[in-house]
């Protein structure tokens, strides 16, 4: 029977079979042998012809079969996480100090100790991403082969750009280029060439690793979970990481209680800094008292409607429609920078920065300088710090690309998720910061120190320097609370898929939890002064992901050279 008769869910079901039968016959034959490989291809070939004359009446394993396993140990990931969080609470707001102490020792301790291994997980999750995209394997594609991708490309990019890191481009792209002129690594401050410098650092910290690092974990849900009808989970990556079944089952469980609890980390502290950078816009804007601790919980409570609200009406309704409000806001306040700002001048360093990104990308993907010690301590509070942010940020990233990608191929994420949102970094950084570097380099007009003094208000203090400063101010608080509306409403998606067996469709009650237990969990550390603290030990969680990142990436490797071989992708 021809499989192009058949529903694409059984010819993945054939495939995915087809595949199991190999991987056993290449555990149990001796491969050393010329013979072997002829032999367990022509086995592999009648077994599957087998499989399409009986349709699904021989499938080795039915799909509770292969879930069966991981139903035993993903029940544990909701609980765990539950009560990890509980405790985590507890200790940061009665000993706050301490856990913050202790985090930053540790966070020293890595940045001294581990800065060469950071920096290869992001250079080589670069390299590793162009080998699948360009490779054999680029062709594969995420789900049904002859499937249509289940969201259109505008779709697909603005839930991509505006889960990722638009929060954090409004919250940096004047104050970090400022930051790295008036403080350099390298070179004298104030200077054309610290400008440069600031330039090509700002862009490197936000552009290729830190999308790399994001894809890996995209990639290899998505191809686990799409393809191979697994679980979309970051354990389900691991599934050919041992043959020992008790081994499998420890990593399964660690791997998704650590990422369960480097999201809500990640989210809590990402949603408590963006609370505070609103509640300063709009004391700096309005002049009304919003930093309070009435202020800051009534942001925290509107914004918690708004996504729970949200997540409540599904991911094709509520996110998606955030999705594209947040892009097309976002380029709105762009267009504007653009315009008012030094419009040649932005046009210029665009390009020339986007070469000198290009020309030093090499350089800086493996530079460490063990030299120079000042260098070190630099790098620790700047390229290590957003390295270990991004790794800890990544299995909801990650995983949520991963569910928005079904019917794209390798190529298309890798290329999509890498190229645009760098190429979107690059000239937003030349638009803000390169605003910014104009009014202190150029005009003399000295914003950089009063900024790096207050940086949640930092955007707004640029905005004075511009005509209609009210109105893109009163526009920019809408977008950053809609940006961290969708973050939120992105994890608490994703932290509900971790504790649902991975389900595509998480319970509503589930979704409701964690909506309101990571509120409640960053408001509480925001007013008690503990947000720092789980900062620190967000950094902490990076460790440990990043060792699943590799594991998965070593996984997928090896199944995907199995399915391409010989057989279609």
């Excluded at 012809?49 to 021989?58: I, N, S, T, V, Y």
């Excluded at 309005?286 to 930093?291: I, L, R, S, Y």
């Excluded at 380099?441 to 950089?448: D, K, M, R």
Aim: glycine share 8%.
């Amino acid at each position: 029977m021809n499989d192009s008769q058949l529903a694409p869910e059984v010819r993945l079901r054939i495939e995915a079979a087809t595949e199991e039968y190999e991987m056993e016959l290449r555990r149990e034959l001796d491969l050393s042998k010329k013979k072997t490989h002829a032999l367990i291809e022509k086995r592999k070939g009648s077994f599957r012809e087998r499989l399409l004359e009986a349709e699904l009446a021989d499938l080795s394993r039915s799909d509770e079969e292969i879930h069966e396993e991981e139903d035993r140990v993903v029940n544990i990931n909701l609980w765990a996480s539950l009560a990890v969080t509980a405790s985590l609470l507890a200790v940061v707001l009665l000993a706050g100090d301490s856990v913050e102490s202790a985090s930053q020792t540790i966070g020293q301790f890595m940045a001294r100790n581990l800065s060469w291994f950071y920096v290869l997980i992001g250079g080589g999750s670069v390299v590793f991403l162009l080998y699948l995209a360009f490779g054999r394997f680029g062709s594969v594609v995420l789900g049904d082969p002859k499937g249509r991708p289940e969201f259109t490309t505008v779709s697909w990019y603005a839930m991509l750009l505006s889960t990722g890191i638009g929060a954090g481009l409004m919250f940096w792209g004047a104050a970090e280029p400022l930051q790295h002129y008036l403080r350099p690594p390298n070179v004298d401050p104030r200077t054309a060439e610290a400008a440069r410098e600031a330039m090509i650092y700002s862009c490197f910290h936000w552009g290729l690793h830190i999308w790399a690092i994001f894809t890996v974990t995209a990639v290899s849900v998505a191809y686990y979970g799409f393809r191979k009808r697994k679980r979309y989970l970051m354990s389900s990556t691991l599934m050919d990481v041992s043959q020992n079944k008790t081994a499998r089952r420890v990593f399964k469980v660690a791997a998704d209680l650590v990422a369960t609890l480097a999201v809500i980390a990640g989210i809590c502290t990402s949603l408590g800094m963006a609370v505070l950078q609103i509640g300063a816009g709009i004391e700096h804007v309005f002049g009304v008292n919003a930093t309070s601790s009435l202020g800051l919980i009534s942001i925290m409570v509107a914004m918690t409607v708004a996504f729970v609200g949200s997540t409540i009406t599904g991911l094709k309704k509520g996110i998606k429609t955030l999705a594209l409000l947040n892009v097309g806001l976002a380029l709105l306040v762009l267009l504007f920078v653009f315009v008012t700002g030094p419009t040649r001048f932005i046009l210029k360093l665009f390009v020339d920065t986007l070469g000198q990104y290009i020309q030093h990308l090499p350089e800086l993907s493996l530079k460490v300088d063990p030299f120079n010690s000042s260098y070190e301590q630099w790098m620790g509070s700047w390229t290590l710090f957003y390295f270990a942010w991004v790794i800890a940020w990544a299995p909801f990233v990650g995983v949520f690309v991963a569910r928005i990608s079904r019917g794209r191929t390798l190529r298309e994420l890798i290329v999509g998720s890498l190229l645009l949102p760098t190429v979107m970094v690059i000239f937003w950084f030349s638009a803000f910061g390169g605003t910014a570097l104009h009014l202190e380099h150029i005009q003399g007009v000295e914003i950089g120190e009063t900024i790096l003094s207050d940086v949640p208000v930092g955007l707004f203090i640029l905005f004075e320097q511009l005509p209609l400063s009210k109105i893109a101010s009163i526009v920019s608080i809408g977008l950053l609370f809609l940006f961290l509306v969708t973050s939120a409403d992105s994890a608490t998606f994703v932290i509900s898929m971790m504790t649902s067996h991975g389900d595509l469709e998480p319970q509503l009650s589930r979704k409701i939890i964690w909506g309101v237990t990571i509120s409640a969990l960053t408001i509480s550390l925001v007013l008690g002064g503990g947000l720092s603290a789980l900062q620190a030990a967000t950094m902490v969680f990076a460790f440990p992901f990043a060792l699943v990142l590799i594991l998965a990436a070593v996984s997928m490797t090896f199944r995907l050279s199995v399915q391409v071989k010989t057989r279609r992708t």
